[in-house]
Structures are given as C-alpha cells and as structure tokens.
C-alpha cells in the first residue's frame, strides 16, 4: 500500500519518547462495495473509532449536513458523483473535514487530482488497515488541533479581560474586580508580585482606566540607577548642582503632574532616599538638588516590587512611614502556575502574535507540546513564557508547534509537585520524605530565605537548620 503526504506533518518523535494516545473521532466512511466498506468498518471500530458507512457521495453529502465528522474516507470510484467530485464538494462547504482518497489507482495524475480537490491523504489499494487506522489517526487530530486551536483563539478574542490584560481563570477574575474598583480612585497603589507576572501593565492598565488617563503615565525603575542619579530623575536637579549637571532638569515626580507616576522595584530604594521620598508624598512638593525651592506637583503613585515589604520593614531596610503611605491599595499578582486556565490561553495569544509579526504561518500547539507547557511551573511567569513562544515561531518548521520547539528546560522538566492521589500503594512515600520536600518547596517560594521559611513552617530557626543540614548530608550520601 502506498501512502502520499498531501500536507505537512510535525516533526518525527524523538526515540525513547512515549507514544501519545490515539485520538478517538468520528469517521464517515463512502463505499459502494459492500465487502470494502465492512473491512473498513471493522478495522476503524476495533481501533475506537465512531464510524457511520454509506454508499453514495449524494449520502455522504447529507451526512455531513446533518452531524459532525472528523475525518471522510471515501473511495475514489463510486456510482454517480464519484471520490474526487465529493472531495471537492467537501473542501469547499467544509473545509475543517479532512477526505481522505482511496484508490486502485496508484499514479503521479491520480495522486496530483487528488490534491487539487483538496484531498488530506491519498491511499492505494489493495485496503492495508494499518496503513488506513495510520492515515484515519492522523487526520483525526489534526482536526481536533485546528477545532483547539480555533477555540483558543476565539477565546483570546472574547475572553472579558481588563484593558490588555488576558485571562480568565478564578484568580484573574477576582484580579479584574478589584481593578474596576481600583482604577477610577486617585489612592496610591503597590503591585506586588513574581517577577514577570505583570506589575507594570497593571499599572498602565490602572491609569489608563482612571481619572488621569489624559496625563502623563511616567515609569522609572528604582533598582536601575544608582541613588545620587536616582535622586535627580525623581526630584530633578538645578544647573551645576554636581559635576555633570551642565542644565537645570526637570524631575520626573514634575513631568508626571496630572497623570501617574509608577516607581517600579520600589523595595531597592535607597534608605537614605526614603525619607525624601516621602517627604514629597506627603508635603505634595520636591526640591530638586541643588535648590532651594520647592515646587509642587500632583500625581498619582503606583509602586511594584517583587520583594515582600513588609519583611523589609521589619528587617529595617524600608522605612514604616514610607510603607504605610504608599501602599493604601494592595493588589497581588497571582504567578503563572497559579492560573494553569490561563497558560494556552496566553500561549495562543503570543503564537498569534509572533506569526504575524515573522510572516510564518503557525496556527498553534500540538498536543504534547501543551502538555509540557501545562506541566511546566514557570518560575519566570509571562515573560518567560512569552520568550518561550517567540522561540517557538522563531524555530519551528511547522504549523503546530512541537516538543521540540520548546527550550530544553521546558522538554525535560519534571514536576516537583507530591502526587497523594495513587492507586499503587509502591507509590506512596515516607512522612519523613513528604516533609523534606514540603520545607525544600517553601525554601524555594521564599527564595532561599531562612527567616521567612521557618515563619511559614512555624518552625523555630534553629529547629529549621538542623532539617535542612540533615537533608544536606543526605544528598551527599546519595551522590558519593
């Protein structure tokens, strides 16, 4: 039997790699030979397939009219409007149906009519049913991959967002009621959260949904200069007032007036900035360096960091004052893994918007690439996964993204998640091994931080060191 590709197909699976499962879908099958069309039946029903035989294309055409099918397996020559006429007839009214042509006749002009009709595959006789459930599989998914990626795409066009923000999982839902009722105050706001979650376009979507949308929205990243530069770019700076200040300059709290100011990485500040910062916030007015005057200006102050404040607060790195006045309004970023709704969601957004910008036609992910991205935990939240997606388009060859597309981190992760739901009592493990990767997953979320991890544990430190030394010569047990 032969089999011609009429499409590309992804890339070959990598050896070692498991087979994915084989999609299960519904199978119109055109066959006025009653033998012919019993083989196919058997063979596609024995495989899990729904399948629905008739004898003529005028029945195969009323089929399709009245229920869904994903894939058509007709032959070529039937009695009446024959294979190739029917294949047309479906391309045109149902494009999304992938036909499949079989036929005894395995030549260069049947295979090149075949394609011109729009045919999916084209498959010789004599009827090798491994080659048809090959063929039948294949088109299969690659229906169901057109009908998801269709869906998502749909989704990313109607999902009820808040100004350029997308998602619709219970976190961001919640997100977006608080915004609405955030957004049309003037009240000072801190965005806490991961990095590349998206602090700022929360702060941009915060100012343009509010009173000052007309005003100026001015960023400026607090860890980025260093604080006698910080200083000037908030406040501004008289002629002369230090060696390169060769003009009188504008701070940046003065050019924000009437709009909002974001002062992003605001846990970085300076501590010998602070008190001058919030000297400004609360007196409305900042001395530029070099000056004695004080000029005023009226913006609203959003402020973003991915550090907690409060720990700073207590550990003398950020003054109490300036704490309380900034942060009238918390509002906290939810990482990406907290909203796996979201992840092909966003995933569609960025391959949407890649293809377009690169001229490629990717339309979206097969599914073991979306499986790895579900799996995946992205400890750098959007932004990483927008990188990953660039790459992706960037790299790929085909119309679906493949595993292989992917950056190798995202290939070869294994969750670190404790799976208790097990059917095999093998799987079940240890209290003492529970606990070990509970307090190593804390450690993690606090960043390393002892102090932190044993609040959250409620653990005294020294109880917490003793664990972790323990766990530390265990693993050099292991590796020696």
């Not at 099918?69 to 009695?79: A, C, E, S």
């Not at 009240?187 to 929360?202: H, N, W, Y």
């Not at 001395?287 to 959003?302: A, H, K, L, M, T």
């Not at 796996?340 to 995933?347: G, Q, R």
Request: proline fraction near 5%; glycine fraction near 8%.
């Amino acid at each position: 039997m032969v089999l011609l590709r009429m499409r590309p197909r992804p890339a070959p699976r990598v050896a070692g790699r498991p087979e994915e499962a084989s999609p299960r879908g519904r199978v119109l099958v055109v066959e006025d030979d009653p033998d012919g069309s019993a083989i196919l039946d058997e063979a596609l029903t024995n495989a899990g397939h729904h399948v629905k035989a008739v004898q003529s294309a005028q029945e195969a055409l009323a089929e399709l009219t009245a229920q869904e099918f994903d894939v058509v397996l007709t032959d070529f020559k039937l009695h009446g409007m024959d294979g190739i006429e029917l294949c047309g007839r479906i391309s045109d009214s149902r494009p999304d149906v992938p036909v499949i042509l079989v036929t005894g006749y395995g030549t260069l002009d049947a295979a090149v009519a075949a394609m011109r009709a729009g045919a999916y595959d084209f498959i010789t006789k004599p009827i090798d049913p491994d080659g048809v459930l090959l063929a039948v599989r294949r088109a299969v998914q690659t229906r169901q991959l057109s009908q998801e990626v269709r869906r998502l795409r749909q989704a990313v066009a109607e999902v009820q967002g808040f100004g350029q923000m997308i998602g619709r999982s219970p976190e961001m839902v919640r997100l977006y009621n608080l915004l609405s009722q955030v957004a049309d105050t003037t009240a000072s706001v801190v965005i806490t959260g991961e990095t590349g979650t998206g602090k700022e376009l929360v702060a941009r979507v915060l100012h343009q949904r509010g009173p000052r949308a007309k005003g100026p929205f001015v960023g400026v990243n607090c860890a980025a200069l260093p604080v006698n530069l910080l200083e000037s770019e908030l406040f501004g700076h008289e002629k002369g007032a230090f060696t390169d200040a060769k003009a009188k300059r504008t701070g940046l709290f003065v050019e924000a007036s009437g709009g909002t100011i974001f002062l992003d990485e605001i846990g970085t500040l300076p501590l010998e900035l602070q008190p001058k910062l919030l000297r400004a916030l609360e007196g409305r007015t900042v001395r530029p360096v070099g000056s004695n005057q004080e000029v005023p200006f009226d913006v609203r102050v959003i402020a973003a960091t991915n550090e907690d404040l409060e720990t700073l607060v207590k550990t003398g790195k950020f003054r109490e004052d300036l704490y309380f006045r900034i942060n009238v309004i918390h509002i906290k970023m939810p990482p990406l893994r907290a909203r796996a709704n979201d992840i092909l969601l966003l995933a569609q957004h960025f391959i949407d918007q890649y293809s377009r910008r690169t001229g490629k036609r990717v339309t979206g992910l097969s599914s073991p690439a979306a499986e790895r991205l579900l799996s995946y935990e992205w400890p750098g939240n959007i932004r990483e996964l927008q990188n990953c997606m660039e790459r992706a388009v960037a790299l790929t060859q085909y119309e679906l993204l493949t595993v292989e597309d992917l950056p190798e981190k995202v290939q070869d992760y294994k969750p670190s998640r404790m799976v208790l739901d097990v059917e095999r009592p093998d799987d079940l493990i240890p209290m003492d091994e529970v606990e070990r990767r509970y307090i190593l997953r804390v450690l993690n979320a606090m960043k390393g931080n002892k102090a932190e991890t044993a609040r959250v544990l409620g653990l005294d430190r020294k109880t917490l060191y003793r664990k972790l030394e323990r766990y530390g010569e265990l693993a050099h047990k292991q590796h020696v």
